[in-house]
């Protein structure tokens, strides 16, 4: 079983992530603390999160962005205009809402998570149909609420 997560790092990761975009060069490992991107990425994961200045991402993309004074990991649904002014159709996958945020809000790019409880389901992060299953189950949680079904 992996050790608990070094507070110390823990810190350096969120201060890189909350701070100033230029201290952010070098991917940071923080924990996933909600079940918002289940199955994909489990509660209690690490997330490998890249600048994401530094590497090509877009739809379909896990991104990581600062609402509240938090760091929120949800997936790219869809990207209306071009440049940091861009605005971003962003969802959890379980979860039921989407937002919108502005590309330049993008703190990080999720390249990878490292799953510490191996009896958790976990799929690819990146498998094709990732986006598809997202909205797919969104529109089921919808439909539940309308015909007043709670399966």
């Not at 937002?99 to 809000?105: A, L, N, T, V």
Request: hydrophobic share 40%; charged share 30%; aromatic share 6%.
């Amino acid at each position: 079983m992996p050790s608990p997560p070094d507070n110390a790092k823990l810190l350096d990761g969120w201060l890189a992530l909350t701070g100033s975009p230029d201290l952010f060069t070098d991917p940071v490992r923080l924990p996933m603390f909600t079940g918002s991107m289940a199955p994909r990425i489990p509660i209690g994961c690490e997330l490998v999160i890249a600048p994401a200045d530094r590497r090509p991402w877009g739809r379909g993309d896990v991104v990581v962005f600062l609402r509240d004074e938090l760091l929120i990991a949800h997936r790219v649904l869809l990207i209306l205009g071009r440049g940091p002014g861009s605005w971003l159709l962003e969802k959890g996958d379980r979860n039921v809402g989407a937002g919108w945020i502005r590309r330049r809000e993008v703190r990080g790019l999720v390249v990878d998570r490292i799953v510490t409880d191996t009896e958790r389901r976990s799929l690819p992060l990146h498998q094709r149909g990732a986006l598809r299953e997202s909205v797919i189950y969104s529109l089921r949680a919808v439909a539940r609420r309308v015909l007043g079904r709670d399966d």
